[in-house]
């Protein structure tokens, strides 16, 4: 049976790269959590039954299984440990998918360490339970209070991963309008990145217009 210690969360890190699974090793051993790594996401399934309170980070591609299929596969076994996805640029629109199956929250590689770290005890400090996008804050319904309908529009194509060019077709607007309704949406949103910005809006509940192919 795989234990934390001293009242610690384990942190489960899923990645076929050995740098990868060192780095993060290293940035959570060096905030004093116990770190267990797994080179691909099969093992994790065989010893899912061992997994104790943690927060579990798998990275979105991966051979033999992606982290969009553990994500789902943990899930339909019932675990509700927190999932954090890492993902490359340009991933947008399988990153949503992962939070769609379950996942808490994803974050863009490159990433700064900090960003990863405030995501995981993000995800470590959710209601007992709570798994993707079940609950969303009154900070957060205040957030969403402020966007007009039209920023919405556009909100709702970038979680679907389109970009800008092709948002100002769909919504007849020029691309520049587009730039423009994002950067206030961003803000309003306090997102520091478009990552940023799809997880936050799935949490609460918005929607692409489509589901991303």
Same mark, same amino acid.
């Given at each position: 049976?795989?234990?934390?210690?001293?009242?610690?969360?384990?942190?489960?890190?899923?990645?076929?790269?050995?740098? /990868?699974?060192?780095?993060? &090793?290293?940035?959570?051993?060096? /905030?004093?959590? $116990?770190? /267990?790594?797994?080179?691909?996401?099969?093992? *994790?399934?065989?010893?899912?039954?061992?997994? *104790?309170?943690?927060?579990?980070?798998?990275?979105?591609?991966?051979?033999?299984?992606?982290?969009?299929?553990?994500?789902?596969?943990?899930? =339909? &076994?019932?675990?509700?440990?927190?999932? *954090?996805?890492?993902?490359?640029?340009?991933?947008?629109?399988?990153?949503?998918?992962?939070?769609?199956?379950?996942?808490?929250?994803?974050?863009?590689?490159?990433?700064?360490?900090?960003?990863?770290?405030? +995501?995981?005890?993000?995800?470590?400090?959710?209601?007992?339970?709570?798994?993707?996008?079940?609950?969303?804050?009154?900070?957060?319904? +205040?957030?969403?209070?402020?966007?007009?309908?039209?920023?919405? %529009?556009?909100?709702?194509?970038?979680?679907?991963? &389109?970009?800008? $060019?092709?948002? %100002?077709?769909?919504?007849?607007?020029?691309? &520049?309008?587009? =730039?423009?309704?994002?950067?206030?949406?961003?803000?309003?949103?306090?997102?520091?990145?478009?990552?940023?910005?799809?997880?936050?809006?799935?949490? +609460?509940?918005?929607?692409?217009?489509?589901?991303? %192919?």
């Amino acid at each position: 049976m795989l234990e934390s210690t001293a009242g610690m969360p384990t942190i489960y890190v899923v990645d076929d790269e050995p740098t /990868v699974r060192d780095a993060l &090793r290293l940035l959570f051993q060096s /905030v004093g959590m $116990k770190v /267990v790594e797994f080179d691909n996401a099969r093992a *994790v399934l065989a010893g899912a039954d061992e997994l *104790v309170a943690g927060c579990l980070i798998t990275d979105l591609r991966m051979p033999l299984m992606s982290g969009i299929d553990l994500v789902k596969a943990l899930r =339909e &076994r019932g675990c509700r440990l927190p999932i *954090v996805v890492i993902s490359g640029h340009g991933d947008v629109k399988l990153a949503v998918r992962a939070l769609k199956a379950g996942a808490n929250d994803f974050v863009e590689k490159p990433f700064n360490d900090q960003d990863l770290l405030d +995501a995981v005890n993000s995800a470590l400090n959710l209601p007992c339970g709570v798994v993707g996008s079940e609950t969303a804050g009154d900070d957060m319904a +205040a957030r969403i209070g402020q966007i007009t309908p039209r920023e919405l %529009a556009v909100l709702k194509q970038i979680i679907a991963g &389109r970009p800008n $060019k092709l948002i %100002a077709r769909e919504l007849d607007l020029s691309p &520049r309008t587009v =730039e423009a309704h994002r950067a206030r949406v961003m803000q309003k949103m306090q997102a520091g990145s478009i990552a940023e910005l799809v997880g936050l809006a799935l949490r +609460a509940g918005i929607a692409p217009d489509r589901d991303p %192919a």
